[in-house]
C-alpha cells in the first residue's frame, strides 16, 4: 500500500525545524540581540521558495483535491487548511515588508503569529486531514499522484539537498 502523504510528514520536519529557527529570532530580539540581515532573508527565502512555492503547491495540487473528495465536514476541513495557506503567506510578505523597513516589532509579531499558525496548521494535516487523503485515494491515484509531487521535488527550490543545505545554514548561524 502506498502512503501518498509520506513525502509531505517529511516536509513538516524540514518546515519544524524553519520554524525553530523563527522562534530562535523572536527569542533573540526580545532578549534585545540583534538579527543578521543575511540570516533573516534566508528564513524568508526558505519559507517562500520551499514552504509556498513547494510544499503548498504539493498539497493545494494533489492533497485538498482528494479532501472535497468528503462529506461536509471533510470539506471544511480542506477550507480551513486553504485559508492558513493564504494567512501563512500573507503573513510572510508582512514579515519581509516588516523586515526590509525597520520595524523589528511588526516582523517579531508576524514572526509569532507564523510560528504559531505552522504548526496548528502541520498538527492538523498530519493527525487528520492526511487520514482523509489516504483514505479517498486508491493505489493507482497514489502512485500518480507521487510522481507529480516527485517532479516538483527536481525543480531548484525543491530539491530535498538544497533545502537541507539551507536548513543547515541556519542551524550553523543559531549554534555559532
Same mark, same amino acid.
Given at each position: 500500500?502506498?502512503?501518498?502523504?509520506?513525502?509531505?510528514?517529511?516536509?513538516?520536519?524540514?518546515i519544524?525545524?524553519l520554524?525553530?529557527?523563527?522562534d530562535?529570532?523572536?527569542?533573540?530580539?526580545?532578549?534585545?540581540?540583534?538579527?543578521?540581515?543575511d540570516?533573516?532573508? &534566508?528564513?524568508?527565502?526558505?519559507l517562500?521558495?520551499?514552504?509556498? *512555492?513547494?510544499?503548498? /503547491?504539493?498539497? @493545494? +495540487?494533489y492533497?485538498?483535491?482528494?479532501l472535497?473528495?468528503?462529506?461536509?465536514?471533510?470539506?471544511e476541513?480542506?477550507?480551513r487548511?486553504?485559508?492558513?495557506?493564504?494567512?501563512?503567506?500573507r503573513?510572510?510578505s508582512?514579515?519581509?515588508? &516588516?523586515w526590509?523597513?525597520?520595524?523589528l516589532?511588526?516582523?517579531? *509579531?508576524q514572526?509569532? /503569529?507564523?510560528? @504559531? +499558525?505552522?504548526?496548528?496548521?502541520?498538527?492538523?494535516e498530519?493527525?487528520?486531514?492526511?487520514a482523509?487523503?489516504?483514505m479517498?485515494a486508491?493505489?493507482?491515484?497514489?502512485?500518480?499522484?507521487l510522481?507529480?509531487?516527485?517532479?516538483?521535488?527536481?525543480?531548484?527550490?525543491?530539491r530535498?539537498?538544497?533545502?537541507?543545505?539551507?536548513?543547515?545554514?541556519?542551524y550553523?548561524?543559531i549554534?555559532?
Amino acid at each position: 500500500m502506498l502512503g501518498v502523504t509520506l513525502k509531505l510528514q517529511e516536509e513538516h520536519i524540514t518546515i519544524e525545524r524553519l520554524r525553530g529557527s523563527l522562534d530562535w529570532d523572536i527569542i533573540r530580539v526580545e532578549a534585545g540581540g540583534a538579527l543578521d540581515n543575511d540570516f533573516v532573508m &534566508s528564513q524568508l527565502r526558505l519559507l517562500k521558495d520551499f514552504v509556498i *512555492s513547494c510544499h503548498f /503547491r504539493k498539497e @493545494e +495540487l494533489y492533497i485538498f483535491p482528494l479532501l472535497k473528495r468528503g462529506g461536509s465536514d471533510v470539506m471544511e476541513l480542506e477550507r480551513r487548511l486553504e485559508r492558513d495557506h493564504e494567512e501563512v503567506k500573507r503573513l510572510v510578505s508582512q514579515a519581509e515588508s &516588516s523586515w526590509v523597513n525597520g520595524d523589528l516589532e511588526g516582523f517579531v *509579531s508576524q514572526l509569532r /503569529r507564523l510560528s @504559531e +499558525l505552522l504548526k496548528d496548521h502541520q498538527n492538523v494535516e498530519n493527525s487528520v486531514a492526511f487520514a482523509y487523503a489516504e483514505m479517498y485515494a486508491d493505489d493507482n491515484e497514489k502512485e500518480r499522484l507521487l510522481n507529480e509531487m516527485n517532479s516538483i521535488d527536481d525543480e531548484p527550490p525543491c530539491r530535498p539537498e538544497s533545502v537541507d543545505a539551507a536548513i543547515g545554514y541556519l542551524y550553523s548561524v543559531i549554534e555559532g
